[in-house]
């Protein structure tokens, strides 16, 4: 059996910006991808705190430091200064179960980590 888990959680951060006009995707603070173990183009579920919003969209690196930038169709979504949650998921097997630990970044009010938590 194999089930789908959370993989990485980046908890509340602030959209800094948004381009309409770009093709699409989630610009995101580099050090936060790396973090967190996303990669250029992942899958991620965007939760939108301020406004209730949900929507999967990819993640590209920003060089910008605690850039957050809705990109594409996204920016219809949210509004700079509101707060997301950015989940990533994937299948373990039982085995990899065993030693499983989703990872869980949060953030400073800049969107600078202040604190990396592995859950069980």
Request: proline content about 3%; some cysteine.
């Amino acid at each position: 059996m194999v089930r789908f888990m959370l993989k990485a959680k980046i908890h509340r951060v602030r959209v800094t910006s948004k381009d309409l006009n770009y093709e699409g995707s989630l610009s995101l603070d580099e050090e936060l991808m790396e973090l967190s173990g996303l990669l250029p183009f992942e899958r991620v579920e965007v939760y939108n705190i301020t406004n209730g919003n949900r929507f999967s969209t990819y993640v590209i690196p920003s060089k910008v430091k605690g850039e957050v930038c809705l990109n594409g169709a996204s920016a219809r979504l949210g509004e700079v200064g509101d707060l997301l949650i950015i989940t990533s998921y994937a299948l373990y097997t039982e085995e990899e179960l065993k030693n499983y630990e989703p990872r869980i970044i949060l953030v400073d009010e800049k969107n600078r980590p202040k604190l990396k938590v592995a859950q069980t």
